[in-house]
C-alpha cells in the first residue's frame, strides 16, 4: 500500500528539476521552427508557470507532440532538422509536466515514464537532458512502490539449447587477454577475427550487478525500448514496436498470454537511455587502438530469446561483440568473398546477404557453398572481434544477451 | 455559399475564443468538434475560397481579400482584387489580375519576396484557361525555398496539389505526374523511392483524370466518372483502407472505456459482400500503387482535399464524407475518433444544407454549403 506522502512529493521533485520561473525556461530554436509554432510552446511554458487546467495543459502538450511528429516523419530519418527533435522533446516535457502535476496514480507514472522514453529516444537533449533526469526521478517513483509488492520471482524454464557442432578446422581462434601491441598486430591490422577470453571478467554485468531477467526488471522494467517483431529484418512481416521492458519480457521471453514469434530488443542504445545499465559494462581497452574519439563508440545492446536471427550482414565499423547471457551461434565471412555471398540491390539492404545462412538455396546461390567461413559459439564471458567489413551471421541458441561496441 | 469550419483552431482560424478569462478550459475552443460558419469579418462580400495551413487560414471573397484570418495579422496591404491565394505555414500567395506575389509570413516585409506579371498571353500560350495556384506562368510556388519551381510546359500543367514533401500534378490531358518524397508510397509508382523530377502515375494511364489533392503523405485523384483513386500513408486511415495502428488503438480504447462504442461499428453494415470480418486481418500500412475506394454506394465524387492525415470528399450529390485522423475534430463527426471508413458528415444533412465544395487545412476542414432545394430522396 502506498503512502500518500510519497506521491505528494513527486511534483515537488520535478518543479525542483525545472527553471524557478517563466523567465528562466529557455525556448530557442532556429529559423527553422516556425513563429506559430514557438507561440504554442510559449503558451505551454505560461500554462507551467500559471494557472491552467489540466486539459488544457495536456491538450498544449499534445499539440507540441502532433507537429512535430509530423516534421519527424518527413523526409529520411537522417535528415530531420535537429530542431524538430527538440520540439519534440519539450513537448514531451510539457506532457510529463501536466501528467504528474495533480498527485498521479502509479499508472499515470508509468505513463509520465514511458512519455519520457519517447522524448529520448526521438527527441533531442534539451535544457541539460531534463527528461533523462526526469525519468530519473519517476523510476524512483515506480520502484518504491513495487519495492512493497513483492511479486514471486519467475523461474524461467530454460531448455537445453541445441548446440551447433563447430569443426575445428572452421573454428574462431581463440586467445586470452591479449597485450593491446599483440592484438594490434596479429588481429586488428590484418583484420583477422578473434575471440578474446577474459577481457570483460570484470563486468559487474557478470558479477556484482549480474545480469538476469529479474535484474533487467528491477533496472528497466518501465522503460519503453524498441523492438523488432518478426524472425529476421529482411521478412515481409517484420516491424518495429515500442514496449516496456517488462512487457518485452512477459511477450517474447516469457512467452505470455500465448504469444507466438520472435521479438528481439536488437541493435539500441539501451545504456544511452538508462544510465544504471552503462555501469554495469566497460569499454574494452582495445577501442583505443582506433583512430575515432571515443565518444564516437555505438554501443548497442542486444537482448532476446533463443531463436533470433541476424541475416548475414556487413557494418562500416570495427565491433566488438560482447557475450553476457546466454549463447549465440556465429558465422563470419571474408569481405574478399562478397561475391559469394549474394548482397541485395537495393540501397536499402545492399549491406545484407539475401543467403539464408544455415538453409541456403542452392539452386538460386549456388556461389554460397564454395566461400570459406569461419564459425563459433560464442559463450558468456567472451568477446568476439568482427573486423570491418567481415560478413555476420548470427542465432540466439538460448535467451541471450550481447553487447556490441562500433569503433573505428 | 457559406463557409463552415471544424478541427484545429488553436489560432482562432475557424473561430475566435469567446471566452479568454485565465483558468477557463480552453479546450473546446481549440479544437472545434461542430461545425461551424465562417464570420465574413468586416466584408459583406461573399466567400469565394478558403485556403489554409496549420495556423493560418485565408479566404478570398468576391471582390477582394482579407488575409486576417488568425490573430496575427500579416502585413498584405494591397489585397483588393485578388482572385485567388495560396497559404503555407512560411508564405503567403495572392494571384491578382495582372500580377502575382508571394508574402513572406514570418518576416512581415513591406514587399513581396517574390512576384511575376502576368497577362494573357502567357495564359493562352500554356494552353490552360486560367491557372490556379500554386500553378503561376511558366511553373509554380513550393511551400519552402526556392518559391519559384519551373515545369516543363511539356506536361499541360491544370492543377497542381502540393503535398508535405510532394507533388501531385494533374495535366490537360487528364494524366497524373507526382514527384518528391516517396518515403510513404505517395508517388504513386509502386515503391518508395523519391523523384526529383515529374514521373506519369502509369496505374491510373488510359483514365482521365479531373482532379487531384495531396495530404501530407498521401495522395488522391478523381478520375472524370467520380471515382476515387488513393495511395501512400495509411497510418491513420486516410487512405480509407484498415489501417492496423487505428485498430489498435480503438482496442485499448474501448478496454480503457466501458461501454464505448467504435464509430467504425456504425458503418460496417455497409461494407462490400467480398470483405468478411476475416479480411480485418489484412491491413494497409503503405499503399503504394494507387486504389480505388469506394466512398459510398452509387455516388460519384466532384472534389477531394486532403490535410496532413485525413481526406475529405464532396459527391455530386452534396454530401461530404471524411476520413483519416480525426483527434483534433477534423472529420466533422463531432468526436475527436480516426477512421478508416469514410463516413458522411451528418450535420449537413441534418441542416438540410448541400455541400459543394471542401478545402482542408493541416488539421482541420472548411466546406462550403447551399442550401438545400430539392429534399434529398
Given amino acids: ?408 | 455559399m457559406r463557409w463552415f469550419g471544424f478541427g484545429f483552431n488553436a489560432f482562432g482560424q475557424i473561430c475566435d475564443g469567446l471566452n479568454e478569462a485565465a483558468g477557463s478550459d480552453v479546450t473546446e475552443e481549440i479544437r472545434v468538434l461542430r461545425p461551424t460558419e465562417l464570420d465574413s469579418c468586416c466584408c459583406c462580400s461573399k466567400i469565394s475560397g478558403v485556403r489554409a495551413s496549420w495556423s493560418r487560414r485565408a479566404t478570398v471573397h468576391e471582390d477582394g481579400f482579407d488575409a486576417a484570418s488568425s490573430s496575427q495579422s500579416c502585413g498584405v496591404s494591397l489585397s483588393l482584387g485578388c482572385k485567388d491565394a495560396s497559404i503555407s505555414e512560411q508564405h503567403l500567395t495572392l494571384a491578382f489580375p495582372d500580377r502575382i506575389e508571394s508574402w513572406d509570413l514570418q518576416r512581415k516585409d513591406q514587399t513581396p519576396s517574390w512576384s511575376t506579371e502576368t497577362n494573357t498571353q502567357s495564359e493562352s500560350s500554356s494552353g490552360c484557361p486560367l491557372l490556379n495556384l500554386p500553378l503561376v506562368p511558366g511553373g509554380y510556388i513550393a511551400t519552402k525555398p526556392p518559391l519559384f519551381r519551373s515545369l516543363s510546359p511539356h506536361l499541360k500543367a491544370k492543377s497542381l496539389a502540393l503535398g508535405g514533401d510532394h507533388a501531385v500534378l494533374l495535366c490537360a490531358s487528364g494524366a497524373v505526374y507526382t514527384w518528391g518524397l516517396g518515403s510513404h508510397g505517395q508517388l504513386g509508382h509502386g515503391g518508395l523511392t523519391s523523384e526529383e523530377e515529374p514521373r506519369a502515375v502509369e496505374a491510373l494511364w488510359g483514365m482521365s483524370m479531373s482532379g487531384v489533392a495531396a495530404g501530407g503523405w498521401h495522395s488522391v485523384s478523381i478520375s472524370d466518372g467520380g471515382d476515387l483513386y488513393l495511395w501512400g500513408w495509411n497510418e491513420s486511415g486516410q487512405i480509407g483502407l484498415p489501417s492496423r495502428g487505428l485498430r489498435k488503438t480503438m482496442q485499448q480504447r474501448s478496454s480503457q472505456q466501458a461501454g464505448a462504442l467504435c464509430q467504425d461499428a456504425d458503418v460496417k453494415s455497409g461494407e462490400e459482400p467480398q470483405e468478411g470480418e476475416k479480411h480485418e486481418d489484412v491491413f494497409i500500412s503503405i499503399q503504394a500503387f494507387p486504389a480505388l475506394l469506394d466512398v459510398t454506394p452509387s455516388c460519384e465524387i466532384r472534389t477531394v482535399s486532403c490535410g496532413s492525415r485525413h481526406t475529405a470528399a464532396v459527391t455530386t450529390t452534396g454530401d461530404l464524407y471524411t476520413w483519416g485522423w480525426g483527434e483534433y475534430g477534423q472529420l466533422g463527426h463531432q468526436t475527436l475518433i480516426s477512421s478508416d471508413e469514410p463516413q458522411r458528415v451528418e450535420f449537413f444533412r441534418e441542416q438540410q444544407m448541400r455541400v459543394v465544395d471542401v478545402v482542408c487545412g493541416t488539421w482541420n476542414t472548411f466546406a462550403a454549403v447551399v442550401k438545400e432545394e430539392v429534399p434529398n430522396s
Fill in chain 1, 1 to 408: 500500500m502506498k503512502t500518500f506522502s510519497s506521491m505528494a512529493t513527486l511534483w515537488s521533485k520535478i518543479s525542483a528539476a525545472l527553471p524557478p520561473n517563466e523567465e528562466q525556461f529557455p525556448l530557442q530554436f532556429s529559423d527553422t521552427v516556425e513563429s506559430s509554432v514557438v507561440d504554442v510552446l510559449k503558451r505551454s511554458r505560461q500554462q507551467l508557470y500559471g494557472d491552467a487546467t489540466s486539459a488544457s495543459r495536456s491538450l498544449g502538450a499534445q499539440i507540441i507532440l502532433d507537429f512535430s511528429w509530423e516534421k519527424l516523419n518527413t523526409g529520411t530519418w537522417r535528415h530531420v532538422d535537429k530542431e524538430w527533435r527538440r520540439v519534440y522533446s519539450y513537448g514531451c516535457l510539457f506532457k510529463v509536466a501536466a501528467q504528474c502535476r495533480d498527485g498521479p496514480s502509479e499508472n499515470e507514472v508509468l505513463q509520465a515514464v514511458r512519455t519520457c522514453d519517447m522524448g529520448l529516444l526521438m527527441g533531442a537533449a534539451v535544457m541539460d537532458n531534463i527528461l533523462q533526469v526526469i525519468v530519473g526521478i519517476l523510476q524512483d517513483e515506480v520502484r518504491k512502490s513495487s519495492k512493497e509488492e513483492d511479486e514471486p520471482v519467475e523461474r524461467l524454464k530454460l531448455e537445453q539449447p541445441h548446440v551447433p557442432v563447430i569443426r575445428q578446422e572452421f573454428a574462431i581462434p581463440r586467445v586470452k587477454c591479449p597485450s593491446l601491441e599483440s592484438f594490434n598486430t596479429n588481429q586488428l591490422l590484418p583484420l583477422k577475427p578473434v575471440i578474446l577470453e577474459g577481457i570483460i571478467e570484470h563486468w559487474p554485468a557478470l558479477n556484482g550487478h549480474r545480469w538476469s531477467i529479474e535484474y533487467l526488471r528491477s533496472v528497466a522494467g518501465c522503460r519503453t525500448v524498441p523492438v523488432e517483431v518478426g524472425s529476421r529484418y529482411t521478412d515481409e512481416e517484420w516491424s518495429q514496436t515500442l514496449i516496456t521492458v517488462n512487457e518485452f519480457i512477459d511477450r517474447y521471453i516469457m512467452n505470455k498470454d500465448g504469444v507466438t514469434g520472435l521479438g528481439y530488443l536488437a541493435q539500441h542504445q539501451l545504456f544511452d537511455q538508462i544510465p544504471e545499465l552503462k555501469e554495469d559494462i566497460r569499454l574494452p581497452d582495445y577501442c583505443c587502438l582506433g583512430e575515432e574519439d571515443e565518444d564516437n563508440i555505438t554501443v548497442n545492446a542486444w537482448f532476446g530469446p533463443g531463436g533470433t536471427v541476424s541475416p548475414l550482414h556487413q557494418d562500416p565499423q570495427q565491433n566488438f561483440l560482447a557475450q553476457v547471457v546466454g549463447s549465440k551461434y556465429i558465422r563470419l565471412y571474408s569481405p574478399e568473398d562478397t561475391d559469394k555471398l549474394y548482397p541485395h540491390q537495393s540501397q536499402l539492404l545492399h549491406n545484407t546477404s539475401q543467403v539464408e545462412v544455415e538453409n541456403p538455396d542452392m539452386e538460386r546461390f549456388p556461389e554460397f557453398a564454395k566461400a570459406p567461413y569461419l564459425e563459433c559459439v560464442l559463450q558468456p564471458g567472451d568477446v568476439l572481434f568482427i573486423p570491418v567489413r567481415h560478413w555476420h551471421y548470427v542465432r540466439s541458441l538460448e535467451l541471450s544477451f550481447s553487447v556490441s561496441f562500433w569503433w573505428s
